[in-house]
């Protein structure tokens, strides 16, 4: 319990309290844009997709792009709930992730046996068919999509948001953590340490299914109408990309690279054509001058202010 409550996790803990509340604040007296708000809000969703994808590409290395399919589930499952039998918002949610988590595991169990292209275009192929599969039926809507009253708020968003984080970051530190990424470094080695492979791919792989229907559903309660189009593959993509900026196995890397290419997304939203152009400049520059992304596998820490505190402690004696 004491590692709980040591002084870096108390000072992240009033940070994560202090952006909160700034925003929050803005909100309620009205100055923050309603556009500002609706880029705030969607970080927070590339935020939880992200971290879930770096858990399966980054931290297990595996070579998923299939997110957009899981994400699909999650947001029409939530809808379902929440819009045609009226059940309550944290319901729908849930129904819509655990949902996704299953699909997780039933494609995961046969696909995860592959390795790279062989199971990106399993995966790929999941998500065109998830897709296919609510374009073509009208309980929810089909081509047209649905449409849900707005739920979700800045503070539903920001609350989903810093929780997932959390259960990932906890979740890979983590003797199961551990495992994954000894799959990542070296499979063959993993299987002759012991590890079973195949289920932590599998855990992975469900646990990232698990938040991109949590973020799926999120979107499906803030956006008003969610419709087959916008799960499609560039959306996956999108994600992948937010990911490798980041750093493949930094969460706190997925976190920049989510903020970042939602940033300049909004800040190109006047010019819709030019976005994809820049994204792949980003990328081939990204490629070239650091190919790790921002961060790398490295993580972001306030190890520094401990460091600065026992310092200064160890100066009065």
Same mark, same amino acid.
């Given at each position: 319990?004491?590692?709980?409550?040591?002084?870096?996790?108390?000072? #992240?803990?009033?940070?994560?309290?202090?952006?909160?509340?700034?925003?929050?604040?803005?909100?309620?007296?009205?100055?923050?844009?309603?556009?500002?708000?609706?880029?705030?809000?969607?970080?927070?969703?590339?935020?939880?997709?992200?971290?879930?994808?770096?858990?399966?590409?980054?931290?297990?290395?595996?070579?998923?792009?299939?997110?957009?399919?899981?994400?699909?589930?999650?947001?029409?499952?939530?809808?379902?709930?929440?819009?045609?039998?009226?059940?309550?918002?944290?319901?729908?949610?849930?129904?819509?992730?655990?949902?996704?988590?299953?699909?997780?595991?039933?494609?995961?169990?046969?696909?995860?046996?592959?390795?790279?292209?062989?199971?990106?275009?399993?995966?790929?192929?999941?998500?065109?068919?998830?897709?296919?599969?609510?374009?073509?039926?009208?309980?929810?809507?089909?081509?047209?999509?649905?449409?849900?009253?707005?739920?979700?708020?800045?503070?539903?968003?920001?609350?989903?948001? #810093?929780?997932?984080?959390?259960?990932?970051?906890?979740?890979?530190?983590?003797?199961?953590?551990?495992?994954?990424?000894?799959?990542?470094?070296?499979?063959?080695?993993?299987?002759?340490?012991?590890?079973?492979?195949?289920?932590?791919?599998?855990?992975?792989?469900?646990?990232?299914?698990?938040?991109?229907?949590?973020?799926?559903?999120?979107?499906?309660?803030?956006?008003?109408?969610?419709?087959?189009?916008?799960?499609?593959?560039?959306?996956?993509?999108?994600?992948?990309?937010?990911?490798?900026?980041?750093?493949?196995?930094?969460?706190?890397?997925?976190?920049?690279? #989510?903020?970042?290419?939602?940033?300049?997304?909004?800040?190109?939203?006047?010019?819709?054509?030019?976005?994809?152009?820049?994204?792949?400049?980003?990328?081939?520059?990204?490629?070239?001058?650091?190919?790790?992304?921002?961060?790398?596998?490295?993580?972001?820490?306030?190890?520094?202010?401990?460091?600065?505190?026992?310092?200064?402690?160890?100066?009065?004696?």
């Amino acid at each position: 319990m004491s590692n709980l409550f040591n002084r870096k996790n108390i000072v #992240a803990l009033v940070a994560i309290g202090l952006i909160y509340g700034i925003i929050q604040g803005l909100i309620v007296v009205d100055i923050l844009p309603p556009f500002y708000k609706l880029t705030l809000i969607l970080i927070c969703i590339y935020i939880i997709l992200s971290t879930s994808l770096n858990l399966i590409n980054g931290i297990t290395g595996q070579f998923s792009i299939g997110h957009a399919g899981f994400m699909a589930v999650g947001a029409y499952i939530s809808a379902i709930v929440t819009a045609i039998h009226h059940g309550p918002l944290i319901l729908g949610l849930l129904a819509g992730a655990l949902v996704a988590a299953a699909a997780g595991i039933v494609v995961g169990l046969p696909t995860l046996r592959l390795n790279g292209d062989y199971l990106a275009i399993a995966t790929l192929g999941f998500g065109e068919i998830v897709r296919i599969i609510f374009l073509n039926t009208e309980y929810v809507g089909g081509a047209a999509g649905f449409t849900l009253p707005s739920k979700i708020t800045w503070t539903w968003a920001f609350g989903l948001m #810093a929780l997932s984080v959390i259960l990932i970051k906890n979740f890979v530190n983590s003797t199961h953590g551990r495992a994954c990424i000894s799959v990542r470094e070296n499979e063959i080695a993993a299987e002759s340490m012991g590890v079973n492979t195949t289920k932590y791919k599998v855990m992975a792989f469900t646990l990232g299914a698990f938040f991109a229907g949590l973020a799926g559903g999120i979107y499906a309660n803030y956006m008003y109408i969610i419709q087959p189009m916008t799960f499609q593959f560039l959306k996956s993509f999108d994600i992948l990309v937010m990911v490798v900026l980041g750093g493949l196995g930094s969460i706190t890397g997925g976190i920049v690279g #989510a903020i970042v290419m939602t940033l300049v997304s909004a800040l190109l939203s006047s010019f819709p054509e030019w976005r994809l152009v820049i994204t792949a400049v980003l990328l081939i520059i990204m490629m070239i001058f650091r190919p790790t992304g921002l961060l790398g596998t490295k993580e972001f820490s306030l190890s520094f202010l401990g460091k600065k505190g026992e310092k200064n402690a160890s100066s009065k004696y």
